[in-house]
């Protein structure tokens, strides 16, 4: 078992820097596609709330989404262990940081046992992992894949990542599905 928490924690902690730097070149693909043809989407005398961390715009005002709560699955035994203890080391409340217990929360809702199992050793927690866990381990790679699939299914990456040929076409089924027509004015010079 020890070889293959090894390799699965090598290729997760791989994933996660993955991750951290797609979304950050995802950003900057989201921002300059905003300033090229944002104005297409945005509706005359429409309101719009803007997140400032995300730069996420929404008709809605933040808070009025639909307020049904998900049914919660209940959580393998092993998290649930895992949880408590890293709990007890980073409440706040029993003296632990704000963004430590966070992070541990945020792995826990998301059934991440190897984000939970690094913050255990960063508190020198020893948790046993055994043969049946594996599929948990597992999860919580495939959850960071699907983040980076996320990242790299935008519209805005399939433009800033695709050649002239692709743009073209990011474009032509942009005006297709929203029902627009991009004024060539507007098109990037690379594009003329």
């Given at each position: 078992?020890?070889r293959?928490l090894k390799?699965?924690t090598?290729k997760?902690e791989?994933?996660?820097?993955?991750?951290?730097?797609?979304?950050?070149?995802?950003?900057?693909?989201?921002?300059k596609?905003g300033?090229?043809f944002?104005k297409y989407?945005?509706?005359?005398e429409?309101?719009?709330?803007?997140?400032e961390?995300?730069?996420e715009?929404?008709k809605d005002?933040?808070?009025?989404?639909?307020?049904?709560?998900?049914?919660?699955s209940?959580?393998?035994?092993?998290?649930?262990?895992l949880y408590k203890q890293?709990?007890?080391?980073?409440?706040?409340?029993?003296g632990?940081?704000?963004?430590?217990?966070?992070?541990?929360?945020?792995?826990?809702?998301?059934?991440?046992?190897?984000?939970?199992?690094?913050l255990a050793?960063?508190?020198?927690?020893?948790?046993?992992i055994?043969?049946?866990?594996?599929?948990?381990?597992?999860k919580?790679?495939?959850s960071?894949?699907?983040?980076?699939?996320?990242?790299?299914?935008?519209?805005?990456w399939?433009?800033f990542t695709?050649?002239k040929?692709?743009k073209?076409?990011?474009?032509?089924?942009?005006?297709?599905?929203?029902?627009?027509?991009?004024?060539?004015?507007?098109?990037?010079?690379?594009?003329?």
């Open positions: 078992m020890s293959f390799k699965v090598h997760y791989f994933l996660k820097l993955e991750l951290e730097e797609l979304r950050e070149l995802g950003d900057e693909y989201q921002s596609w300033k090229l944002g989407f945005v509706e005359k429409s309101e719009f709330w803007v997140n961390e995300t730069g715009l929404r005002e933040p808070g009025d989404e639909d307020q049904e709560t998900p049914t919660k209940p959580k393998p035994k092993k998290l649930k262990e890293l709990s007890k080391h980073t409440h706040p409340d029993k632990g940081e704000e963004d430590d217990f966070n992070l541990v929360k945020e792995s826990y809702d998301n059934e991440d046992l190897l984000g939970l199992l690094s050793g960063q508190f020198n927690i020893d948790f046993e055994e043969e049946e866990d594996e599929d948990l381990l597992l919580s790679v495939t960071i894949e699907k983040q980076i699939q996320g990242v790299q299914s935008t519209l805005s399939a433009y695709g050649d040929g692709k073209k076409a990011v474009l032509a089924m942009m005006e297709q599905q929203f029902n627009i027509i991009i004024n060539p004015e507007d098109y990037p010079e690379e594009l003329l």
